[in-house]
């Protein structure tokens, strides 16, 4: 993310302690990474849920556990992310700032990006709604 790039780097450690440092753009952070990985409760897990069950219903079943075992690597590799937000202290980096507008954005998305999990029929409706509207 840009925000924390410009404060402490680009490697992983410069996300060290972010929920000490900007606790609502670790929570955004956190939301985004959990959804990446396909966790249950938030969108990426029902775009990996729609792909998996439509691998099956056309008997792509080499596709279908190729992308299960994906969603197994990808939680190897997005937890020490969270780790390193929550579980490390990071004491001696700076604390990241955040403009309004920005946090604005990053918090409607995590809303989004949960709302589509919680209510995927719904969320996804009003995006077909709004994309039939807007292209005709």
């Not at 099956?56 to 992310?81: D, K, N, Q, T």
């Not at 309004?100 to 709604?129: C, E, H, N, Q, R």
Request: some cysteine.
């Amino acid at each position: 993310m840009r925000t924390v790039e410009r404060s402490a780097g680009t490697q992983l450690n410069a996300f060290e302690g972010m929920y000490h440092r900007n606790g609502w753009l670790a929570a955004f952070t956190g939301i985004y990474v959990l959804s990446l990985s396909g966790l249950p409760l938030t969108g990426g897990f029902i775009g990996k849920i729609l792909l998996v069950w439509d691998a099956i219903r056309l008997e792509a079943y080499g596709s279908a556990a190729a992308l299960l075992v994906c969603l197994l690597f990808s939680y190897y590799l997005y937890f020490p992310l969270i780790r390193s937000m929550y579980m490390l202290p990071g004491e001696n980096k700076p604390v990241v700032p955040s403009a309004a507008p920005t946090s604005f954005g990053l918090g409607a998305a995590a809303v989004l990006t949960v709302a589509l999990g919680l209510f995927p029929g719904t969320v996804l409706g009003w995006f077909a709604d709004w994309l039939g509207q807007s292209l005709s």
